[in-house]
């Protein structure tokens, strides 16, 4: 059991070292990375679509890597928005990795590209670990989900600088617990922002924008997670996220 753990810690340095490698990189040519985490059927690619297509219609430069077991379909949804969009396939692997996003990137990132979206694997365990040399990362829940799914999951949360609710507009339908939920999130992530959406009637729409640009010009988000600045007992959930972007 120990050899495995020193394994996981040994895999897990070796991505942070990546990931701040490529954060230098990327920060040097004027793009920042957001990470978008969530479960399967969240309705993330559809409220990030939406996002994208905001962020053409502003005119800011922005592009999106799109991951999944298998299929391209996501990267055609999301290709509607007009943004430039990669999908990337992991072959049954449940997360992406900062070397592996690097990979996809040489020779494909558009220049300019003042932010640039990456649509995890549909899983909130194993991405939660992995830096992907991102300055913004955001946790998104449906309301469908339930409101104690920051407590399942405590590292995907707990490590968000925003936490998105979606499918808004279903809250009542399935007697979403509003305040229950906010209660539950403060108790992994206290201080985190939350702000709710529905893709399908537009509310909330480019808060993520918003939130993203904002961290591009301060160099950092506003918020940061007290589980990224301190070793954690989730063991092999650690990530190392005290990054110097967080001013």
Same mark, same amino acid.
């Given at each position: ?19 701040d ?22 309705g ?17 430069p922005?592009?999106?890597?799109t ?7 996501d ?25 592996m ?36 990362r ?9 409101? &104690?799914?920051? @407590?399942k999951?405590?590292s #995907?949360? !707990?490590l /968000? =600088?925003?936490? +998105?609710?979606?499918? %808004?507009?279903? $809250? ?13 999130v ?23 924008? &918003?939130?993203? @640009?904002?961290?591009?010009? #301060?160099? !950092?988000? /506003? =918020?940061?997670? +007290?589980?990224?600045? %301190?070793?954690? $007992? ?14």
């Amino acid at each position: 059991m120990c050899r495995v753990t020193e394994l996981q810690q040994a895999v897990l340095a070796k991505n942070d070292r990546s990931a701040d490698d490529l954060r230098a990189r990327l920060t040097a040519r004027g793009t920042t990375v957001v990470n978008l985490l969530s479960s399967p059927g969240s309705g993330k690619t559809a409220l990030l679509e939406a996002e994208l297509r905001l962020a053409c219609e502003r005119g800011v430069p922005v592009a999106a890597l799109t991951a999944d077991l298998a299929t391209e379909n996501d990267a055609t949804r999301l290709a509607r928005s007009g943004a430039p969009v990669k999908q990337v396939l992991t072959d049954g692997l449940c997360h992406l990795e900062a070397d592996m996003l690097a990979g996809h990137l040489d020779g494909w990132l558009p220049d300019p590209t003042r932010l640039l979206f990456v649509e995890n694997v549909g899983n909130l365990v194993c991405p939660a670990s992995y830096d992907l040399g991102e300055t913004l990362r955001v946790a998104l829940a449906s309301v469908t989900e339930g409101e &104690d799914k920051p @407590l399942k999951y405590p590292s #995907a949360f !707990g490590l /968000a =600088h925003l936490v +998105v609710v979606t499918k %808004a507009d279903l $809250a009542e339908a399935v007697e979403f617990d509003r305040e229950g939920f906010l209660a539950n999130v403060r108790q992994v992530n206290p201080g985190v922002e939350v702000v709710f959406t529905s893709a399908r009637r537009g509310q909330g729409v480019g808060q993520i924008l &918003d939130r993203a @640009l904002a961290a591009h010009e #301060a160099g !950092g988000p /506003a =918020h940061r997670p +007290v589980m990224a600045t %301190a070793p954690q $007992a989730h063991g092999h959930h650690h990530v190392h996220h005290s990054h110097a972007h967080v001013h």
